[in-house]
Nanobody, 124 residues
Framework: QVQLVESGGGLVQAGGSLRLSCAASGRTFGTYSVGWFRQAPGKEREFVAVTAWSSGATGYADSVKGRFITSRDNAKNTVYLQMNSLKPEDTAVYYC?????????????????WGQGTQVTVSS
């Protein structure tokens, strides 16, 4: 069992940056792929980024490619999402999710564990 807690959300102006953290407890994070998803008001939750467990390979949605970077510190059981050049359309609740021994998984149903989410609001 893995418990995930996101932090780092907040209010930022367009063009600014935020770094989200996803901290895991209960099991070591090293063998889990960790994905980031987001859900804007009135919209379905969508994939944002992922870091695979073994290769460290990453994947990004086209809408964030070149602006967001996901990384992991297995020693701290934490995965990060660095968000740069933020746009108002990035406003959403951001969730991290974990899948044991996963790859570059981009679908919600592929993940077993989810955090509670953190709000990111980008003002224009």
């Amino acid at each position: 069992q893995v418990q995930l807690v996101e932090s780092g959300g907040g209010l930022v102006q367009a063009g600014g940056s935020l770094r989200l953290s996803c901290a895991a407890s209960g099991r070591t994070f090293g063998t889990y792929s960790v994905g980031w998803f987001r859900q804007a008001p009135g919209k379905e939750r969508e994939f944002v980024a992922v870091t695979a467990w073994s290769s460290g390979a990453t994947g990004y949605a086209d809408s964030v490619k070149g602006r967001f970077i996901t990384s992991r510190d297995n020693a701290k059981n934490t995965v990060y999402l660095q968000m740069n050049s933020l746009k108002p359309e990035d406003t959403a609740v951001y969730y991290c999710a974990a899948r044991p021994y996963g790859g570059v998984n981009t679908r919600e149903y592929e993940y077993q564990y989810w955090g509670q989410g953190t709000q990111v609001t980008v003002s224009s």
